[in-house]
């Protein structure tokens, strides 16, 4: 399978997960790691329900592979993530030394992978990780309009 078929597959999953932060009363974002094409890790978000503001579905996947590897680190990684991360989240993933990120919807207000700082792209920092942006960010993007609309 090419890696574009791939990434699909997984930020499908990571879609799901978004889905299940919706029925959750949660805003809809998901995330899945993924390492040699195997699924480490899925969450979706959690902050309302865990009241904890750093359960961002990115955290809470980072957090239950470096528990299941025993490791802090998660090198050779992929996350996929249905919205661009926040400065948090980017700042966890270049500690868990991720190596790639994908995601879908770009995130004007928050968004720290090129929309609103790009925590990624500086050079002063010892590890780099790959980004990827707008893999199906129309998806991505419509699932957290609707849920913003009904609660309008």
């Known amino acids: 399978m090419t890696q574009a078929k791939l990434d699909r597959q997984f930020m499908q999953q990571a879609l799901e997960q978004a889905g299940l932060a919706a029925n959750a009363g949660e805003v809809p974002v998901g995330a899945v790691l993924v390492r040699d094409g195997q699924v480490i890790a899925r969450a979706f978000n959690q902050p309302i329900a865990k009241h904890d503001p750093s359960a961002h579905a990115e955290m ?3 957090r239950q592979a470096a528990s299941s590897e025993e490791n802090y680190r998660l090198p ?3 996350l996929y ?19 790639r990120v994908v995601y879908g919807a770009l995130d004007p207000k928050t968004g720290a992978a090129g929309s609103v ?5 500086s050079k002063q920092i010892n590890h780099q990780t790959t980004v990827e942006g707008g893999l199906m960010g129309e998806e991505c993007g419509q699932l957290l309009r609707d849920f913003f609309k009904e609660r309008r």
């Not at 993530?81 to 991720?98: F, N, Q, S």
């Not at 700082?117 to 792209?121: A, G, K, Y």
Request: charged fraction near 10%; proline fraction near 3%; aromatic fraction near 4%.
């Open 117 to 121: 700082l790009d925590v990624f792209s």
């Open 60 to 62: 809470l996947a980072l």
């Open 81 to 99: 993530v249905t919205l661009e991360p926040c400065t948090m989240c980017a700042g966890a993933m270049l500690h868990a030394r991720i190596n």
């Open 76 to 78: 050779g990684s992929t």
